[in-house]
């Protein structure tokens, strides 16, 4: 067996659902969630250099801004982002053929734009819901009213539960760890169709190939209709994001990053050429003074440790970020930071964050909002008081929510259900 090929992790379901998505839309939109970090821009970004090698028309949405230190990656200036150019947004997602959400399967998490994404949820709950009691939606079930919807998430979703033919595997590090593996498998799946057919009947095949085979030696599959670059499907922009998103997802594959297929992946990528220490120095190492200063005060005068609990707690709130002129991406990583302090095994960070206009009904009479990272190691999960207490969810190691009032409120609250969350040892 070939060391680096990859198991079919993607059940004939789902792979099937994302052939038909893709196979039947021209348009596609792709979004992906608020704040968006490296794997979030890095799996929308390579689904982009994916579907425009088939000819697809893609448009690449984020909610609000991204980070200074990914907006180096291939594709990201083509992406529409609402706070810049709202009517945009929202025009590409309405309109679009098929909606790709990646790194996120509840529409609650793209900030304005929710209704929107809520209403695209809503029709395909709808076609599904026709084609489970055998009803005929118009184009035979396909992209009825604008229903058609492709997942690709590694967290946990009511949704994905309840809809196996979406791709979600809370076990898989990273999202764009998922759309590599649904090219792969699509590339392998229409590669053993050519290669099973027999020499014989390969010659009665040819002329349809040679038919369909554009100058870069591309295949379209009719029974697929899906054009795929057996050879170069893995090109250096597509691998860079895909990379790119992985290596942040896991702290530069320091956690979460025990399975070993992981890294035939990245073996894979770098046979493009990519220089993944470059990778790494333009996310990693482009930070700006003010914020190696602002993490000496988070750390000297902001944390404070609860022995008995093992945990540590750090807030930051908006005048003390302004004071340091934090920008969007800045927070990146210190909630990682107490993580290494001896017999410290939960981490959490709180930073005042105002309240966006389409939030404000629930936030009652709050003038802020406090934005909370959770961050744990071995088998302590943080997901669970992240999803019961603060709004949010996760994975079990590394979870977010968020506080309807200012970060002291808040860690008065998370003090006060501290002891039932984090354990004794």
């Known amino acids: 067996m070939n060391k680096l090929a990859l198991s079919d992790k993607l059940t004939p379901l789902q792979l099937e659902h994302a052939r038909r998505c893709i196979s039947s839309a021209q348009s596609v939109a792709i979004i992906t969630h608020q704040n968006p970090d490296g794997d979030a821009m890095g799996s929308s970004l390579a689904m982009r250099h994916f579907l425009s090698a ?9 909610p609000t801004s991204f980070p200074d230190f990914l907006a180096w990656l291939p594709g990201v200036e083509a992406v529409v982002q609402y706070e810049q150019n709202p009517e945009a947004a929202a025009q590409a997602l309405r309109d679009a053929d098929l909606v790709i959400c990646t790194d996120i399967a509840e ?11 809520a209403e695209r949820f809503n029709a395909y709950e709808s076609s599904q819901t026709a084609r489970d009691n055998g009803e005929t939606a118009r184009n035979d079930g396909e992209n009825a009213d604008n229903a ?10 009511s949704v994905c539960s309840n809809h196996p033919e979406q791709i979600a595997y809370p076990d898989s590090a990273s999202a764009s760890e998922l759309v ?16 099973g057919i027999s020499s014989q009947c390969r010659e009665c095949f040819e002329p349809i190939l040679d038919n369909t085979r554009d100058h870069h030696g591309t295949i379209s599959l ?6 795929v670059p057996f ?10 994001c895909i990379y790119t998103g ?16 992981m890294y035939n992946i990245v073996a894979m990528l770098l046979t493009t050429g990519i220089n993944k220490d470059a990778i790494y120095n333009r996310v990693f190492n482009a930070y700006t003074a003010d914020r190696l200063r602002m993490i000496g005060y988070c750390l000297y005068h902001k944390m404070k440790v609860f022995p008995e609990y093992h945990t540590a707690l750090i807030t930051l709130n908006r005048r003390e970020m302004y004071r340091f002129n934090a920008k ?3 927070m990146e990583g210190i909630v990682n930071m107490p993580l290494q302090i001896k017999d410290v095994y939960y981490s959490v960070f709180m930073r005042e964050d105002k309240i966006p206009p389409h939030q404000k009904p629930e936030a009652g009479e709050a003038k802020v909002k406090a934005k909370i990272s959770f961050r744990s190691q071995g088998d302590r999960p943080v997901n669970i008081l992240a999803r019961e207490v603060f709004r949010g969810g996760g994975h079990m190691n590394a979870s977010g929510g968020e506080f309807f009032g200012d970060v002291d409120e808040a860690a008065k609250k998370f003090i006060e259900v501290m002891p039932k969350y984090m354990r004794k040892e």
């Not at 919807?149 to 946990?156: A, G």
């Not at 590599?180 to 290669?195: G, H, M, P, S, T």
């Open 246 to 261: 992985m290596m942040t997802d896991t702290g530069n594959f320091s956690y979460n990053s025990c399975e070993p297929e």
């Open 222 to 227: 009719r029974h697929y209709n899906i054009d």
């Open 148 to 157: 058609s919807l492709l997942i690709i998430d590694h967290h946990l979703s």
């Open 180 to 195: 590599f593996r649904l090219v792969y498998q699509i590339v392998q799946d229409n590669r053993a169709v050519i290669e």
């Open 107 to 117: 529409p609650g998490r793209v900030a304005a734009l929710s209704d929107i994404l």
């Open 54 to 62: 088939l000819g697809k028309q893609v448009t690449n949405i984020v």
């Open 231 to 240: 050879d170069a499907i893995l090109t250096p922009d597509f691998a860079t």
């Open 328 to 330: 969007s991406g800045d």
